[in-house]
């Protein structure tokens, strides 16, 4: 992934690209992977860092999604638990199981979670990762050490796939590029033309780090751009309708001593219906997520102070040591592409499955879904894009390619910062390796220092500057702007006291 070579190569090329792809979220990396290991010639094209927007952002589980069963979702939760088994085996090196305890303060709530769980068990059928069981009061407290002992009557004990989203995202972009992909950060689609004869041909777009403009062509253009899909929809067309709603969550990261076990909480239903997950995470504790209705995209979302309470209270009410405001090391935001539907406006009740459609131009937009099913997404797509391009009809192979861990291994050089596990080493993979262009790219997605623990991030900034520039051939102006740049954007997963 080298970042100049790309765009010589972009600069050079004469021919039509068979398809371009816009947005570097898990979509458009799983489209422009689909697409390379076909053989079709791919561009993808990044507005801001791979993975800046929702991609970064998730609860980091790869499940089926146990909360559609209650939905009557059932071909969703199939469709994912099959693509769970098939990340596990593609990408062992960041997707691993994870065992969930649901603690219950019921004999009822016991039985009908562990009912609940083995359908779970027997919809995954042969894609089962771990049998589900009951856990009498005592097992419980020793799976889950700090859970609220009053009232307790025992557990039900499954299993889900658990990840890192941005690592594996370079991971799958990685293994894009090393198919003959062409991938590029910092570059912004500002024009979709169509040919005389109204498809879609022409794509424009900005290095926002140079100000370079490109045009390139294409017989496909697939936009995978998550939640400004309808944006990159209307920059080829004004009037396009819209599809999308949007839903916020947020997550907030303690230390692990509020849950100090191998295992992660479930809590299926908070006092107000929601689903929460405390999940062991880089030796941190995540706890989320909300479900809030937005109206805007925004690629940098903050939290709500309501939300922030909510989790704290809900968290609270089933840990033995209540987390406060002041042991919150991290919090971030997200937002949800999800699909409109004229039945309802509540978020949590619209689906989490995926759409695909083909505007008037050609334009095929994928959208909705799941990081979990983001490679069924990406078939789907490119699938499309052959029809609509009349490329080479090749099957798809991505339910059998490996995703390739990173070439560079980390060694156990000084730490960046006491609190965490970071080398220089990191960085320099990043710059090197996997087209880390700030230092924002470095702390955030390709380590997870500022989705960890911000102060620790923001006093990471001047060393991780300072590698970098060394690393890029920058000087004194540069590493100052990426300080100051980087403490703004800090500023939102920082959790001052009230
Ligand atoms: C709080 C939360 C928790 C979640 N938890 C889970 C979970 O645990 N498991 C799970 O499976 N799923 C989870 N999800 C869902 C999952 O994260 C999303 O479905 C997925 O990340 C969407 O990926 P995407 O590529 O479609 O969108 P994105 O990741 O948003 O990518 C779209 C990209 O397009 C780019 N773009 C936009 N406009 C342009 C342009 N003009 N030119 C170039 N690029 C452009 C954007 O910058 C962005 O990076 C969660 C979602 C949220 C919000």
């Known amino acids: 992934m080298q970042r100049p070579a790309i765009l010589e190569t972009v600069r050079e090329r004469s021919e039509l690209w068979d398809i371009v792809v816009i947005g570097g979220g898990a979509t458009g990396a799983g489209s422009a992977l689909d697409a390379a290991s076909r053989g079709l010639s791919v561009l993808l094209l990044e507005q801001d860092d791979f993975g800046k927007g929702t991609s970064s952002r998730s609860t980091k589980l790869i499940h089926g999604g146990v909360r559609y069963i209650r939905h009557g979702n059932i071909s969703l939760v199939r ?28 004999l009822w709530q016991r039985f009908f979670y562990g009912v609940g769980m083995k359908l779970y068990d027997l919809l995954a059928g042969k894609h089962r990762i771990g ?14 050490p700090s859970i609220k ?27 894009a590029v090393s198919h003959g992909a062409a991938v590029l950060n910092y570059s912004r689609v500002k024009t979709i033309d169509a040919d005389e004869i109204g498809r879609i041909r022409y794509v424009s777009f900005i290095d926002t780090l140079t100000g370079e403009k490109h045009r390139v062509a294409a017989k496909a253009v697939i936009n995978a751009a998550g939640i ?40 299926p239903k908070t006092p107000d219906g929601r689903v929460l997950f405390c999940i062991p995470w880089h030796e941190h504790l995540l706890v989320g997520t909300t479900d809030t209705p937005v109206e805007n995209a ?30 919150i090391l991290s919090v971030f935001a997200g937002i949800r592409p999800l699909i409109s539907s004229e039945k309802t406006r509540k978020t949590s009740s619209l689906s989490r499955g995926h759409e ?19 490679r069924q997404m990406a078939e789907d797509a490119v699938d499309k894009a052959i029809e609509i391009g009349g490329l ?27 609190t965490l596990t970071y080398t220089r080493d990191d960085v320099v ?19 997870r220092a500022l989705f960890l623990n911000a102060q620790a991030a923001i006093e990471m900034a001047p060393k991780v500057a300072s590698i970098m520039a060394e690393e890029m051939g920058f000087g004194a102006n540069w590493i100052k702007a990426q300080i100051d740049g980087f403490d703004r954007t800090s500023a939102s997963y920082h959790c001052e006291p009230q």
């Open 79 to 106: 469709e994912a638990l099959k693509e769970r088994s098939l990340l596990l085996k593609n990408a062992p090196h960041v997707v691993h199981t994870q065992a969930f305890v649901i603690p219950c303060y019921g």
């Open 131 to 144: 049998k589900s069981r009951r856990l009498s009061r005592s097992e419980t407290a020793e799976h889950l």
């Open 298 to 327: 925004i690629l940098e979302p903050k939290a709500l102070e309501s939300e922030i309470d909510f989790i704290l209270e809900a968290a609270g009410g089933f840990l033995e040591q209540k987390p406060a405001r002041s042991d």
């Open 228 to 267: 400004f899909s309808d944006a990159v929809r209307r920059i080829q067309d004004r009037n396009a309708a819209r599809h999308l709603s949007f839903s916020q969550g947020i997550h907030l990261v303690f230390d692990r001593k509020f849950l100090p076990s191998n295992d992660a909480l479930m809590i």
């Open 392 to 418: 080479n009809r090749e099957k798809c192979r991505t339910e059998n390619l490996t995703i390739k861990p990173p070439e560079m291994s980390r060694n156990s050089g000084e730490r960046l910062h006491p």
């Open 429 to 447: 993979r990043a710059v090197r390796d996997e087209m880390a262009q700030t230092v924002e790219d470095v702390l955030a997605r390709r380590t």
């Open 356 to 374: 695909l459609f083909v505007d008037e131009s050609r334009l095929i937009t994928i959208t909705g879904g799941k990081w979990t099913t983001f």
């Open 149 to 175: 002992a009053r009232g307790l009557v025992g557990g039900v004990l499954y299993h889900d796939g658990q990840f890192d989203d941005t690592r594996l995202l370079i991971d799958i972009l990685r293994t």
